[in-house]
Nanobody, 116 residues
């Protein structure tokens, strides 16, 4: 199982930027699809962005053009750069990893708060 540790959350004003990082352990990291979910209070966890082992990305419509996901396989890291943040982006952000055989691992989450 892949172990994931997120960092980089915090408080930012609307229109600002934050960068999240996810450190992963596991020898098969480069083959895993990685990504981020968000969970706002009282809401279900929703996919924000993902990146496949081959570098293909996919974004939720709500963050297209504002968020960028990337990965560094040599460092076992996944990143989420969040620009033009809105109050509705406020949530706990969870890093995830899907193994080639479909096993999902989760990080512990990091809080992002966007003030208006």
């Amino acid at each position: 199982q892949v172990q994931l540790v997120e960092s980089g959350g915090g408080l930012v004003q609307a229109g600002g930027s934050l960068g999240l990082s996810c450190a992963a352990s596991g020898s098969i990291f480069s083959r895993n699809t990685m990504g981020w979910y968000q969970q706002a209070p009282g809401k279900q966890r929703e996919l924000v962005a993902l990146i496949t082992g081959g570098g293909i990305t996919n974004y939720a419509d709500s963050v297209k053009g504002r968020f960028t996901i990337s990965r560094d396989n040599a460092k076992n890291m996944v990143y989420l750069q969040m620009n033009s943040l809105k109050p509705e982006d406020t949530a706990v952000y969870y890093c995830f990893s899907d193994s080639p055989w479909g096993r999902r691992s989760w990080g512990q989450g990091t809080q992002v708060t966007v003030s208006s």
